[in-house]
């Protein structure tokens, strides 16, 4: 279950991330202006050195303050942490404007000094405060947000500071428009510190009592970091990027410095690709956070891992002034994005709460230390060793290329997860639901439908934590899905070693995994929920680990299911495809059984068929919609050759057309009572049409309607015609339902069972054809029988039911009403509905 103490709106943060932008704005303005400003008044050669020391006075206070910076943070209510924090930009560009005025770089540069102390110790801060104020289920859109508005607020503070220095030196020289604009960024710093107090209040954590040693317990802090095999890596990432950043800065100032000709106009070309990068990491970063939904996707790290270097190559051979050289910039930023986001939320979640802020202060250490080693590094390419702007991004080329190597090695299955999900996203729009109930570290059995190939890209994607499957065995004998299989730990079954399989599995479900099975065998290509098997229940009654029974609605229809009699090679219906994948709450295996488990799937199943069903009053309208379409083509035909169009049907319908054939005189009347508003019977018409829909009956030329039970005919006719653009044809007893332009030799006949409150409730389906079912056991076809003599067939999807010897039969549907269901006794263990 979720363990979050907070669930508060997501706009709670708004104010938060507005003034954490504001103060990156603020800090990145002035480091902007005292280079190009030292540039103008001591000549351009200064403006490199003074640079180099601007950056490094922006550092020192996150080396120097770090662990004080994170005692508070886990001391003190975080929110007066941010407040004071904020507030105390003034005093740090007071004191800078100060030596504006006098005309003193030193004193200028120890005002920025305290500017950047104040952001010491408002970086801890406000990123401990996300979790306390939404929890884990959205913190890495959260974050996503925070990392956007941060870049932008840095990016966009260089791009305005620079570029309004420009505008105002002519007129004013270099001291009194570097004072304008520090003037103006105490006005900026007052309103977000207002800005911010509308913030709710948080509960100081019990941290331990301050101590002289927390002055230099940073350096242990980092060394328990660097210890600490999860954390490692994200810390190390985001060091590097933050270092990368760094150093690509004093580059693109320098280059500035190489291009312009003169002491006017670098502010306004480097803030220019600043502004390029700022937009880069700002699409990056929403679209990080798109694909975060509920998740971090540390797969787009690799991604982003990979297209820096491509970035840094693209710069390296681009004219400065040229389309190349903008694309390279806006690359560069997308990719940062790509891979420093999800690390920075990785690193948030995965800190225990009594340690977060010392956690996140070590890291800030280890990345303000590597920014100074990349300064340094700066200073000894261009000073000492006196290359150009241009082989300094061909020098960073070659650990950017090792960095991306390692990454994708480090998260190979993330990288290649992080692909599908993509894809997903773009064709596919997942609807999460209930995924809360899911426990976020403890050995969990998840137990789903399936219906086709993409089901386990679909949970994965909807999952807030990574899930493995159990899959048969017989599929390892391909190469690829070998793997696949060794990627994505996926553990196997066979049926000769099950009580081995089922060993492996119960020890891994205790170290904490959380597997997914598909417990009908195999992929359904009937379109229905076929009956569970006992792996399952016995498999976590071994392990002592929690069922959660999950349902995917809508699958079916895609082109990784069996709709339309193949996978795959078909034209998708929707773009994007719906797909809702719903988790229920817990279940304990030893308080039922595989049928237990099933009507748990199956409830979740009709919930979100329910939600997919338009409301009466608008089923009513969309069926109307649906049976007026081409009006000119055939509805009915008889035996003789003569034909009723549809537009002749609704003439008929309205009182306008002759003479209603006897044989639809009922069709007729049924039509009628909806036109007139009958919204109930529309609701039953267009849910019945639906679930017929999403069976393999459909893609059949044609079908013969047989005798069934309940009000069957009439759950037909004339509503499946209508809605589903298909000729009804009387050729002798039965109905025959077909394709328009299409000939049906050997129909096949279809009898169920139909009810006055739902329609079309259950339907003997034809036999399997098409495409093999690749992914399912030797056993799967034969439990996968669409129909069965005597029977009154399968229940099809968006119905859940209940059955007891005393109560008999029910079913629920797109109502939550229990329908009592007389002429069935109940199911067989082959999963028909057996008559009474």
């Known amino acids: 279950m979720s363990t979050d103490p907070v669930k508060r709106p997501f706009y709670t943060v708004i104010p938060l991330l507005f003034s954490q932008t504001v103060g990156a704005f603020n800090d990145n303005a002035m480091k902007a202006i005292l280079p190009v400003m030292a540039a103008y008044q001591f000549g351009k050669a200064s403006m490199d050195e003074v640079n180099q020391q601007v950056s ?77 104020m939404i929890g884990s289920g959205r913190l890495a859109m959260a974050v996503g947000w925070m990392e956007m508005l941060a870049m932008v607020g840095i990016l966009g503070g260089a791009f305005a500071g620079a570029m309004c220095f420009d505008t105002l030196v002519e007129e004013n020289g270099g001291w009194k428009a570097a004072l304008i604009l520090a003037l103006a960024t105490m006005a900026l710093a007052f309103i977000s510190w207002l800005a911010f107090l509308p913030t709710p209040s948080t509960e100081a954590p019990k941290a331990q009592p301050f101590k002289a040693g927390v002055l230099w317990s940073h350096f242990g802090d980092l060394r328990d970091l660097l210890g600490d095999r999860a954390l490692r890596g994200p810390a190390l990432g985001d060091a590097w990027f933050w270092s990368v950043g760094g150093f690509f800065y004093l580059v693109l100032v320098k280059l500035s410095g190489e291009v312009v000709v003169g002491k006017v106009g670098m502010g306004a070309l480097y803030g220019f690709w600043f502004l390029l990068l700022g937009l880069g990491i700002m699409a990056g970063s929403i679209f990080v956070a798109y694909l975060n939904r509920g998740r971090i996707e540390l797969g787009l790290t690799a991604i982003g891992g990979l297209i820096m270097p491509a970035s840094l190559i693209l710069l390296y051979f681009s004219d400065p002034g040229g389309g190349f050289f903008t694309i390279g910039c806006l690359a560069l930023g997308f990719s940062g994005a790509l891979f420093f986001v999800p690390l920075n939320g990785f690193l948030q979640d995965q800190a225990e709460e009594d340690r977060r802020g010392r956690v996140l202060a070590a890291a800030n250490l280890l990345t303000q230390l590597s920014g100074i080693l990349f300064i340094l590094f700066h200073a000894f390419l261009s000073s000492y060793l006196g290359l150009s702007a241009k082989q300094e991004l061909l020098v960073i080329l070659v650990p950017s290329l090792l960095v991306g190597f ?23 729009r997942i609807r999460a639901i209930g995924m809360e109930n899911l426990p976020a570290k403890e050995g969990v059995l998840i137990v789903s439908n399936h219906l086709s190939y993409a089901d386990p890209v679909f949970i994965g994607a909807a999952c807030p934590r990574k899930v493995r499957y159990l899959a048969f065995e017989g599929l390892s004998r391909s190469a690829a899905l070998r793997f696949v299989f060794r990627l994505t730990d996926t553990l196997t079954v066979s049926p000769e070693k099950s009580l081995d399989s089922l060993r492996r599995s119960s020890v891994r479900l205790k170290e904490g995994m959380a597997l997914c099975m598909f417990a009908e065998g195999g992929i359904s290509r009937l379109g229905t929920t076929l009956p569970f098997m006992r792996g399952p229940g016995l498999l976590a009654r071994k392990a002592k680990v929690p ?82 379409k081409a009006g000119r083509a055939p509805l009915i035909e008889w035996t003789d050759g003569s034909t009723l169009t ?13 003479k209603v054939p006897p044989e639809i005189a009922s069709w007729v009347e ?75 030799r050997d129909p096949f006949t279809v009898d169920g069972l139909a009810s006055e409150l739902n329609g079309l409730v259950s339907m003997n389906l034809p036999p399997l054809g098409g495409d093999s079912n690749l992914f399912s056991s030797s056993t799967a076809d034969d439990v996968e029988k669409g129909s069965k003599r005597g029977s009154l067939g399968r229940l099809l999807c968006g119905f859940s039911y209940y059955h007891s010897p005393a109560d008999g039969f029910s079913i629920k549907g797109i109502r939550d009403e229990p329908e009592l269901i007389r002429e069935t006794g109940g199911l067989d263990e082959e999963g028909f509905l057996l008559p009474s």
């Open 406 to 428: 390692f990454t994708l090695r480090a998260l190979l299955e993330d990288f290649f997860r992080a692909w599908f999900h993509i894809f997903l996203r773009i064709l596919y």
């Open 547 to 628: 069922l959660f029974p999950l349902h995917l609605d809508g699958v079916w229809g895609s082109v990784f299911s069996s709709e339309r009699g193949k996978f795959f090679w078909k034209r998708p219906l929707r773009f994007p495809y719906p797909v809702t994948v719903r988790m229920g709450e817990p279940m304990d295996p030893a308080e039922g059984d595989a049928e237990d488990l099933r009507r748990r799937v199956l409830e979740l199943g009709r919930l979100s068929f329910s939600e997919r069903m338009p409301h009466a009053a608008v089923a009513r309208s969309r069926v109307l919609s649906l049976a007026r």
């Open 646 to 658: 549809r537009r002749e049907f609704w003439d008929c319908v309205e009182g306008r057309g002759g």
């Open 56 to 132: 490094i006075v922006l550092i020192l206070p996150f080396v120097i303050f770090a662990p004080l910076a994170g005692w508070v943070s886990d001391r003190f209510s975080k929110k007066k942490v941010v407040s004071m924090t904020l507030l105390a930009q003034l005093l740090g560009l007071g004191l800078l404007s100060y030596g504006l005025v006098r005309k003193d770089l030193l004193l200028s540069l120890i005002g920025f000094f305290l500017l950047s102390t104040q952001s010491a110790f408002l970086s801890p801060a406000k990123k401990g405060i996300l979790k306390e």
């Open 670 to 744: 049924h039509a009628r009572v909806v036109l007139e508003g009958d919204e109930r019977i529309a609701e039953r018409a267009y849910a019945s049409f639906t679930r017929a829909k999403e069976t393999n009956l459909w893609h059949q030329e044609g079908f013969a309607v047989g005798e069934g039970r309940g009000p069957w005919e009439d759950s037909w006719f004339p509503w499946i015609p209508l809605l589903g653009q298909r000729v009804a044809f009387f050729g002798g007893k039965k109905i025959l339902v077909v394709k328009l332009g299409s000939s049906c």
